[in-house]
């Protein structure tokens, strides 16, 4: 059973602050990690997915690494703006069902103009 | 459809009552996925559709849980005798293939509520 951490629990920021959150999971039979954004009232939205161990992707401010030794990935945010204000979710997979994400409880973000 | 679309919204159920969610994938997507989220808590599993095979249906809590996909596309989640405890944030989530290489497309998700 995977068992996905996420840290801090909430975090309040300046416009224009850069920022970053935290992911654990189990390094064990790892398969992917995915980060999703999900803004009050919308649906979760598909940040990165990630497999190999080093990986780096970023999508405009937002970044993502991924060390699946030591089984940890962070998110890092450059510039905060107050749209950034969300939910951020981390979700691991494992071999034995490649499917099934299992989610940490979420980073949420404030970010204050 | 652009998204996936997930009906209703709200919903506010007594304590006993059924409730049926549905959800309408992306067209094409073959993988289809349910998803509970209690309040404070990340999403947790529930099952999996490939096509209209329900593979995993592990996460359902309870067998008053029921999911269906018959025709490969539209999913209904059926709840009976809603508990206080069903009360959460349901959401549906589509992919094009199985496995997690690619990243979900959720819904908005449905918010039920058992009084």
Known sequence: ILNVEQSPQSLHVQEGDSTNFTCSFPSSNFYALHWYRWETAKSPEALFVMTLNGDEKKKGRISATLNTKEGYSYLYIKGSQPED???????????????????????RLLVRP | ?????????????????DVALRCDPISGHVS???????LGQGPEFLTYFQNE?????SGLPS?????ER???SVSTLKIQRTQQEDSAVYLCASSLEAGANYGYTFGSGTRLTVV
Do not use: H, N
Request: net charge positive; proline share 3%.
């Open chain 2, 53 to 57: 095979a329900q593979l995993d249906k």
């Open chain 2, 1 to 17: 459809g652009a998204g996936v679309s997930q009906s209703p919204r709200y919903k506010v159920a007594k304590r006993g009552q």
């Open chain 2, 32 to 38: 289809l996925f349910w998803y509970q989220q209690a």
């Open chain 2, 63 to 67: 067998d008053r849980f029921f999911a």
């Open chain 1, 85 to 107: 204000s969300a939910t951020y979710l981390c979700a691991s997979s494992d071999w034995d069902s490649s499917y099934k994400l299992i989610f940490g409880s979420g980073t």
């Open chain 2, 70 to 72: 018959p025709e490969g």
